[in-house]
């Protein structure tokens, strides 16, 4: 099992490569949930989101020869630019596969980190051959987005500065796609404070996460659909374990009251949040949950959305 | 003349009471401009804009006796919410005159920091008429937004901060509308750095500031329009001598570049910036000036915008 040693390693050797980003509250939210909310602001993190955390450090744990044959991965989301920079800053090519309508936004941003593209088509099923055929050509080595040990130590790094920071919190949560963000928040907030209660926030059309803490078994995601494109993936199979033992509950949220939440956080706290990084305070909303005087810490897990792609708010 | 002693002194009476806001940069920002950007992100300061250094700076400047009786301000802007947070941490009344017309967002900022709003007509003259009878029946001091030495002082400690943590700076930018902001930041940034360069940016429906500074003679803003509505006062006197004698240039710019730059600041840099605060980058984009390799400090001025007050973009 993780510990906090493993926690502190990674912190030491990410730290020089990551921004400390910084915790910030809002009256106008603190007011609306009746609690005091401290959010750690990812979405302010190198590359846009915490994905540089994880992708750091893995790409500086790599022994000089198995780095020198590079990194791949077949993300097209935050966890692709996140591993490009990371590689670029140790010198190291970063091969990245994405697929053909990947949008220009997410392949620019690759690009300007120096990322090599290779375009594949848009099935999970020719970005994993796509990747495969680089590997064998190259040697380079895979970095899954969430399912790796390395990849949760990183992600855990946030809640170990949120709560240097902010001690004595009672509740934390992180938004759960694959899990890596949640699993590591978990594992950082249990370890540093036992007495934490820990929450998952998931989208209701993506409900994998909630399903499996549940029952009790890993259950797939099958045809989700939400605005939160960050959290469609499946629950990774090593996350699941640490989550079923350090998570003690999950809650879901819709869509509506996402992208509400997504306008909230831009107009009274001015954070640019992408709908996935909107899910936990959006399902603090949306349940009905005793937070009286509650101090809540919450993962802010990433930025990059652009204005004209949010939808008009129901508010 | 102001110099750094009074603005470190300044830094120490308001630290406990600010936040020590993030410096950021960003990859696609760089690339556009060939240069090195380093945003002093005072959109994420207390209140959301600088305004609370300044704010803060004098209440907590003022004799117990003094400040027992209250201040008072008629600003309808980020200076009233600063205000009534700073009166709020020293425990003292803040007595706000605001124009009946004013947003309501901004009307319950002020509220929500414990202000006590006493509505106007949207005329200047019934704005200064209402403060002076409030200051007659209570004996509470006036705090002027921008023309006060003690408020350039306390805005002056946003550049030191930047200066800093990035004290190798060839330039550093602010916009200028009353000039409080301006004045504080040559003030500290030439004191720190006698070889730096500073320039102040204005839009230019609101270009009295350039005509003053270019002219050598005080010019009052006559009819300002622009969507930058943090910047339509007229230079304060006091800050005019500072300026002439501190800032190198001032550089101007339309609006759409500036709605352009509120934009790009979102979609780029995952950070909410009103339009007086992108004025500063909106005119390094317009405006013809050799930037390559540069070192440029940037600062934010605030945040303070709803995504629907924004009009669509040209980009």
Known sequence: MLGLDDIRAAHRRIEPHIRRTPVVSCPAIDALLDAAVFFKCENLQEAGAFKSRGACNVVFSLADAEAARGVVTHSSGNHAAALARAARRRGIPALIVMPENARPMK??????????????????????????????????????????????????????ELLEEVPDLDLVMAPVGGGGLLAGTATAAKEMRPSITVWGAEPTGADDAYRSWKSGTLVPSVNPHTIADGLLTSLGQHNFPIIRARVDDILLVNDPMILDTVHLLHNQADLVVEPSGAVPLAALRENDVALHGKRIGIILSGGNVAIDELPGTVE
């Open 107 to 160: 392949v620019d941003k690759v690009r300007r980190y120096g990322g090599q593209i290779t375009f594949c088509k848009p099935t999970l099923a020719d970005r994993e051959r796509t990747a495969a055929r680089i590997i064998q050509e190259t040697g380079a080595t895979l970095v899954h987005p969430y399912d790796d040990r390395r990849i949760i130590t990183g992600q855990a790094t946030a809640a170990l």
